[in-house]
């Protein structure tokens, strides 16, 4: 390739995006590859904490709602984010005071046995147990809060403008690389960072393209006015419907519903929201992108929302958020996303050592 005008500015480009944003990267790919799994290893990291003796009957949904609304007065909604399983699992809610509000005392996590509604686990994320949910809050807005998912999405952009630039650096190589024609020479460290930076560039890029836009699609509504504005909720009454008739009825809306969580809001001018999965649809638009929508107050149901015949782009936001999360294909991409999530940082440090030995 020439050292052609056009070659020289896009090489400069990629290079110093590169350096500007590589620590973010790095943190947001480590991140990522972790949170793939991140319930299920908060639930193992917390095991002994979270795991309840089973002991008679659960108490009602509702019961267990109350306790949760009653510790945490000032919350403005609830999300229900894991339903218990087995028989020794516990409920988890997280609590928000501002849904708004994504820092790290923006909510606080709460687990309860349900057999007793004893309190289990409760708190922000800044306590102990709950790495993976400060891993999570790290992960989108470095524990910046609104400034942070601002400034998370402009990494997505920096992100895209360095793929750009390295496709089309990188062009006549492509090939080579799908042919499994070009190796990594470990002679030295900038022969192995180029092949690998190379290598691991090319085929990763659909994935890493995918996470990254996706990302930005997330985390877009840091980037609308409206986001930034002062807001004030107006407390809705205590008593209302049922929850645990909600939950029952999303499941009557939509025969064989799998719920994955439950929204229940404490302020006017929302409604209670049981998200999950219909049966029969792709593993590309499921994992919680249908939902039955309810009155708080009387229980009636508002909206249906099947994912299959929403509109074009609301299936493409929730394709490209099955593509970010690693759900597309079931649990196979799960575990690839696992180490897909790693390939940013293998970019971002491997283009370090290139530069660093230039």
Known sequence: MGNTPSRAVFFTLHQWVGLVVGLFVISASLTGSALVYWQELDHWWNHDRLTVTPTGTPLPLD????????????????????????????????????????????SAVLNLDP????????????????????????????????????????????????????????????????????????????????????????????FVAAIFFSGFLMNRTAF?????????????????????????????????????????????????????DVPGTSPLLGF?????????????????IDINHQSMWTKFETVAYAFHIGTFAGEPSRLLYVFVGLAPALMAMTGFVLWWKR
């Open 63 to 106: 019961e267990l709602a109350r306790i949760a609304r009653t510790r945490h007065p000032d919350a403005t909604g609830m999300i229900i984010l894991w339903f218990p399983t087995r028989p020794d699992d516990s409920y988890e809610f997280r609590l928000y005071f501002d849904k708004h509000d994504y820092g790290m005392d923006g």
């Open 288 to 304: 919680g992108a249908s939902a039955v929508a309810f009155d708080p107050l009387t229980g009636e149901v508002v909206e249906r």
């Open 115 to 206: 057999y007793s509604g004893t309190v289990l686990r409760d708190g922000s994320h800044r306590d102990p147990s709950h790495v993976m949910q400060w891993l999570l809050t790290f992960h989108y807005s470095v524990h910046l809060g609104l400034i942070g998912v601002l400034w998370m999405g402009l990494i997505t952009v920096a992100v895209g403008v360095s793929l750009v630039t390295g496709i089309w650096l990188y062009r006549k190589h492509f090939l080579s690389v799908v042919l499994c024609r070009k190796r990594v020479h470990w002679a030295n460290w900038r022969t192995a960072a180029f092949g690998l930076h190379g290598i691991a560039g090319v085929w990763t890029l659909f």
């Open 224 to 276: 609308d006015p409206e986001t930034w504005a002062t807001r004030t909720y107006q407390p809705a009454p205590a008593t209302g419907a049922s929850v645990g008739a909600m939950l029952a009825q999303s499941r009557d809306v939509f025969p064989g519903f799998v719920v994955r969580s439950m929204y229940i809001p404490f302020v006017t001018g929302d409604t209670v929201r049981v998200s999950g």
